[in-house]
């Protein structure tokens, strides 16, 4: 008898056609880290390892169609991320609702690692109001964060923040902080500190910071996390694991040119290398 599927993570994000972040790195990251990737874009991209040229939404009744194709597949974590426009939006909130008490991983992917915005006052608002009621954890970057909480004036309060943000249903917050601008100019000699927020406690980590501009570990993170979410790891236990898996990823990640480098998700697997 053949082996049982691994628990499957439903995936609804961007086409990067490099790799280095969207479904092809969900799907690889998911695959490292104990699960299987199903696969929905939301949108496909033109983009190379410096910017994003270009973002074309998918027609919404396709995504939705291709969510009913999956059939029977047994959902057991939901990974979500570029999502381009509100049509999309609406979209993804009625596949969230297919899936009672499955949990929920967001990555809010708002602005590309070359500096291309992804997405709008507006659609940050909608994303707030319809999106975060249903998502079990949320992994935005410092600048992720204070676009999707605008009307929290002091730019330091990181905790004001999550509060806001949970305040609008969203269960936990996990705060990466690679995009910290506090750090000055010697911040290639500090530690990068991630914070978990939740109703019941804060959490931080520290890691130390990697030289260079890495593409996709936005990706890398929240994928790993619905992974391990879906294996069964309670969320301190996978908030952990997936930043490790993170970290390592990264260190191990090839470097092209002057571009973004790509993290190596699969730095474990020797098996063809030897």
Known sequence: MGKSLPPVVLVLAGHDPTGGAGIVADSEAIAASGGWAVTVPTALTVQNLQDVQRVIPTDPAVLLAMVDALGE??????????????????????????????????????????????????????????????????????????QLTPDVQDPDDDTARAVALMSQGCQAILVTATDDSRLGSDSDQQPITHTLHTPETTRQWQWPRLAGQFHGS????????????????????????????????????????SGQALPQRFFDAYFFTR
């Open 73 to 146: 597949l047994p959902v057991a974590a939901i990974k979500l991320g570029l999502i381009a426009d509100e049509d999309t939006l609406l979209a993804v909130e009625k596949v969230v609702r297919r899936f009672p008490g499955v949990p929920v991983v967001a990555d809010p992917v708002i602005k590309a690692g070359g500096g291309t915005e992804l997405s709008t006052p507006g659609l940050c608002r909608a994303y707030t109001q319809r999106l975060l009621p249903l998502v079990d954890i949320l992994t935005p970057n410092r600048y992720e964060l204070a």
């Open 218 to 257: 936005g990706c890398t993170l929240a994928s790993s996390l619905a992974a391990r979410l879906a294996v069964g790891e309670r969320l301190l236990t996978a908030c952990e694991q997936a930043q490790h898996f993170t970290w390592e990823s990264l260190s191990h990640g090839y470097h092209q040119g």
